[in-house]
């Protein structure tokens, strides 16, 4: 079956970096986009990044954009997250997943995802 596995996360200080992997097995890595989203306590679930499938097209939140940086190694079946300049309201937990859609419309909204990882908790202190 499709597994998606998150690691990296951590504790960091304001202004710090944090660089997120996920792994993939059980699915055509190379054939999927596939995405970041976050969700804070109390607050639904946030679209991060988005990356196709051939890693030419990346999507970015307006909130990470500039700061983060999301990348694939088809390769490996991972796919990054390099987030520079953490600010405290970064901190949640981060989730990978993938899905066979292609356009910018689709791959921001997490209701297109079929897959998720299990998150790893990011947490930036002031």
């Known amino acids: 079956q499709v597994q998606l596995v998150e690691s990296g996360g951590g504790l960091v200080q304001a202004g710090g970096s944090l660089r997120l992997s996920c792994a993939a097995s059980?699915?055509?890595?190379?054939?999927?986009?596939m995405g970041w989203f976050r969700q804070a306590p109390g607050k639904e679930r946030e679209f991060v990044a988005a990356?196709?499938?051939?890693?030419?097209?990346?999507y970015y939140a307006d909130s990470v954009k500039g700061r983060f940086t999301i990348s694939r190694n088809n390769a490996k079946n991972t796919v990054y997250l390099q987030m520079n300049s953490l600010k405290p309201e970064d901190t949640a937990v981060y989730y990978c997943?993938?899905?066979?859609?292609?356009?910018?419309?689709?791959?921001?909204?997490?209701?297109?995802?079929?897959?998720w990882g299990q998150g790893t908790q990011v947490t930036v202190s002031s």
């Open positions: 997943a993938t899905t066979s859609r292609g356009s910018r419309e689709l791959v921001t909204t997490s209701r297109w995802y079929d897959y």
């Open positions: 059980g699915l055509t890595f190379s054939s999927y986009t």
């Open positions: 990356i196709s499938w051939s890693g030419t097209s990346t």
